[in-house]
């Protein structure tokens, strides 16, 4: 996974050409909340530039343009800038580290380290914006990507390119299972974007959650909620550029977002700053737009793939809120953490009857569809009647599947919770499910076991 002469070449002569082109000045006319104005420069939007302060120079991205000049957004704070500060234009767009010295690392939105490691070797500088591939030369789903997580692996596949949204309210245990999935999975390069954390949970997942053999084929990418709203978006385009890399060169990766939400509300912030009006609960239209053009880019490309888990915090634990409405119609699946399961002591909290990943057939054989099925349908069967058992009104016997649901409950809930240090191989998980399974006990008037009970796993 080195970088190429070519590669480093190219490089440095893009760096040499950017730095020998004019640079026209401007300067700075307002200040307007997050956005400052700027007459005199020529610039696109999405290029960077330089607003010379008395406390040292400060990299700006334009975000809109007008008759005025353009209004562009710091990537840092606003404090210190004032009207008639020089600025000039770099006739070039954000770029970041990507490559294999970025794994065990731990960067900025920027990809500058902070970590307390010298700047990363073996990387290339590449444009943080990218398109997403040709739906047409994007290889099928058809391989499961293990997770390490039982629920997941068995009841609600991940496939090799397939794109997950993780959807709970707060404090139902995302970032947990997250971390469970980064450990466990089977994908050798892993990158995280931690979008709008709390500072003191980032060194917590990356010391806690995380373990040594993890955190060396993994890189984060942090952006804090004290962070400029301008830093927060790119954060998240930041750890999807370096996943794409890596995608690229021909490996299977594992990217994780954590949150997606957060990455909206930055988007409202900066679309607001920038002149937009409010519409869908205060999102602007540009944060819809922005959303399928982040999450399109993973996925299977032409070597390698990226699967993708987006964690989507939903308001008041509403599934249906705009960024989770949204984000659900665009992805490959998702996953639903449930409060009353949480609350119970229940870990990892996933609802799986509300959960659905849409490449099952694809990625399952009929065996495993079947014991898939079977379990689906005893849990679905004890939801019905959990209320009339819990309060002695169901008469035992009116329903073989109902009977067969009660009686396996334990094992059930037993094989659904997992301790977050646990990390479960595939087939082990398939194993226990079938122990789950077992034929009924004798003297049980159905014969073939609960796959063939219930018809062969029909959902």
């Known amino acids: 996974m080195t970088i190429s002469i070519a590669d480093e070449l190219r490089g440095r002569m893009h760096r040499v050409v950017a730095a020998a082109r004019p640079r026209p000045q401007g300067l700075v006319t307002q200040v307007v909340g997050l956005g400052v104005g700027v007459r005199g420069v020529r610039a696109a939007v999405g290029e960077l530039l330089t607003l010379h302060t008395p406390s040292g120079p400060l990299p700006a991205q334009v975000i809109s343009l007008?008759?005025?000049?353009?209004?562009?957004?710091?990537?840092?704070?606003t404090t210190g800038i004032?009207?008639?500060?020089?600025?000039?234009?770099?006739?070039?767009?954000?770029?970041?580290?990507?490559?294999?010295?970025?794994?065990?690392?731990?960067?900025?939105?920027?990809?500058?380290?902070?970590?307390?490691?010298?700047?990363?070797?073996?990387?290339?500088?590449?444009?943080?914006?990218?398109?997403?591939?040709?739906?047409?030369?994007r290889r099928r789903v058809e391989t499961a990507l293990p997770t390490g997580v039982r629920a997941i692996d068995t009841l609600i596949p991940v496939g090799a390119g397939q794109r997950v949204g993780i959807m709970a309210g707060s404090g139902v245990g995302k970032s947990t299972l997250l971390g469970m999935s980064v450990r466990g999975?089977?994908?050798?390069?892993?990158?995280?974007?931690?979008?709008?954390e709390r500072g003191r949970e980032v060194r917590e997942f990356i010391e806690d959650t995380l373990d040594a053999e993890a955190r060396a084929h993994t890189v984060i990418v942090v952006a804090t909620a004290d962070d400029p709203a301008l830093l927060?978006?790119?954060?998240?385009?930041?750890?999807?550029?370096?996943?794409?890399?890596?995608?690229?060169?021909?490996?299977?990766?594992?990217?994780?977002?954590?949150?997606?939400?957060?990455?909206?509300?930055?988007?409202?912030?900066?679309?607001?700053?920038?002149?937009?009006?409010?519409?869908?609960?205060?999102?602007?239209?540009?944060?819809?737009?922005?959303?399928?053009?982040?999450l399109e880019r993973s996925g299977p490309g032409v070597n390698g793939s990226i699967t993708a888990m987006y964690t989507v915090?939903?308001?008041?634990?509403?599934?249906?809120?705009?960024?989770?409405?949204?984000?659900?119609?665009?992805?490959?699946?998702?996953?639903?953490?449930?409060?009353?399961?949480?609350?119970?002591?229940?870990?990892?909290?996933?609802?799986?009857?509300?959960?659905?990943?849409?490449?099952?057939?694809?990625?399952?054989?009929?065996p495993q569809r079947q014991l898939a099925g079977a379990a689906r349908q005893l849990l679905a069967a004890w939801r019905d009647v959990r209320e009339l058992v819990e309060v002695g009104a169901y008469a035992g016997g009116?329903?073989?599947?109902?009977?067969?649901?009660?009686?396996?409950?334990?094992?059930?809930?037993?094989?659904?919770?997992?301790?977050?240090?646990?990390?479960?191989?595939?087939?082990?998980?398939?194993q226990s499910l079938q122990a789950v399974l077992s034929p009924p006990a004798p003297g049980t008037p159905v014969a073939g076991g609960p796959v063939g009970m219930l018809g062969g796993g029909q959902a």
């Not at 007008?66 to 704070?77: D, F």
């Not at 999975?185 to 709008?196: D, F, I, N, Q, Y």
Request: glycine fraction near 8%.
């Open 66 to 77: 007008h008759s005025e000049g353009v209004t562009c957004m710091p990537l840092g704070t």
């Open 82 to 137: 004032s009207a008639g500060d020089p600025v000039s234009a770099s006739g070039d767009v954000l770029r970041i580290p990507a490559g294999p010295g970025l794994l065990g690392r731990v960067v900025d939105p920027l990809g500058r380290p902070i970590d307390g490691q010298p700047p990363a070797l073996d990387v290339e500088y590449v444009p943080a914006d990218a398109s997403a591939p040709n739906p047409l030369h």
């Open 185 to 196: 999975t089977s994908a050798p390069v892993r990158v995280v974007a931690l979008v709008g």
């Open 313 to 366: 915090l939903v308001e008041g634990d509403d599934l249906n809120d705009p960024v989770g409405d949204t984000v659900r119609g665009i992805l490959d699946g998702h996953i639903v953490l449930s409060r009353a399961l949480a609350t119970s002591g229940h870990f990892p909290s996933i609802d799986v009857l509300e959960s659905v990943s849409r490449v099952e057939r694809a990625v399952l054989g009929e």
């Open 398 to 430: 009116s329903d073989p599947i109902t009977d067969l649901a009660i009686r396996l409950r334990p094992q059930l809930d037993a094989f659904l919770r997992q301790a977050p240090d646990e990390v479960v191989p595939y087939e082990e998980s398939w």
């Open 232 to 294: 927060r978006v790119t954060a998240a385009f930041t750890a999807t550029r370096i996943a794409e890399w890596f995608r690229d060169a021909g490996h299977d990766v594992l990217l994780v977002v954590d949150s997606v939400t957060r990455t909206a509300m930055a988007q409202r912030e900066v679309a607001l700053a920038a002149g937009e009006a409010p519409a869908t609960r205060g999102y602007p239209a540009s944060v819809f737009a922005m959303l399928p053009r982040l």
